[in-house]
T-cell receptor
Framework: SQQGEEDPQALSIQEGENATMNCSYKTSINNLQWYRQNSGRGLVHLILIRSNEREKHSGRLRVTLDTSKKSSSLLITASRAADTASYFCAPNAGNNRKLIWGLGTSLAVNP | GAGVSQSPRYKVAKRGQDVALRCDPISGHVSLFWYQQALGQGPEFLTYFQNEAQLDKSGLPSDRFFAERPEGSVSTLKIQRTQQEDSAVYLC????????????FGNGTRLTVT
């Protein structure tokens, strides 16, 4: 199934530190997307990495993808309190309808 | 441009009442999804539209749930005879045509059934 499983389930760090979240999945994919969800809000698309890419950057975000291990990681550098949110990965095997969302990683950045 | 808009933001219904939740997707977005999200969980797929056609409703939990998108833009999710287990956040998302496009979510409607 196109399900992403995030690890760890919860992460608490100090402002300025880096945060790393991991995602594992089971099927071959076309792309993998990361989303952020602030409390009481909808999910916000952060970054999309295609299956033929190994690394992608967007501002303070760095995403890696290892298709041989069926895993991805999201690194947030120099974290801020505003980064406090839940982060979800969405491995896409070619059908958005079949995305199965995991529980996410709940990140708390303490000022 | 405006993002995905959902209304109402909060809805409290007495058990047995019918509710209607509205979603205004991003203009021009062909695909529209409804999700249900319980507290502490990820979103769970309910149904999918491509333009006005409801191509997948496999996630609707019962025949009390009904969704429509008659003109291929605004969509309404209707829940009849609400039950306490229907209490959740209902998220709408839209995307451009194609199965690889990122999803744009609204802020959801928090439904509480008392």
């Amino acid at each position: 199934s196109q399900q992403g499983e995030e690890d760890p389930q919860a992460l608490s760090i100090q402002e300025g530190e880096n945060a790393t979240m991991n995602c594992s999945y089971k099927t071959s994919i076309n792309n993998l997307q990361w989303y952020r969800q602030n409390s009481g809000r909808g999910l916000v698309h952060l970054i999309l990495i295609r299956s033929n890419e190994r690394e992608k950057h967007s501002g303070r975000l760095r995403v890696t993808l290892d298709t041989s291990k069926k895993s991805s990681s999201l690194l947030i550098t120099a974290s801020r309190a505003a980064d406090t949110a839940s982060y979800f990965c969405a491995p896409n095997a070619g059908n958005n309808r079949k995305l199965i969302w995991g529980l996410g990683t709940s990140l708390a950045v303490n000022p | 441009g405006a993002g995905v808009s959902q209304s109402p933001r909060y809805k409290v219904a007495k058990r047995g009442q019918d509710v209607a939740l509205r979603c205004d997707p991003i203009s021009g977005h062909v695909s529209l999804f409804w999700y249900q999200q319980a507290l502490g969980q990820g979103p769970e797929f309910l149904t999918y539209f491509q333009n006005e056609a409801q191509l997948d409703k496999s996630g609707l939990p019962s025949d009390r749930f009904f969704a429509e998108r008659p003109e291929g833009s605004v969509s309404t999710l209707k829940i009849q005879r609400t039950q306490q287990e229907d209490s959740a956040v209902y998220l709408c998302a839209s995307s451009r045509q194609g199965d690889y496009s990122p999803l744009h979510f609204g802020n959801g409607t928090r439904l509480t059934v008392t």
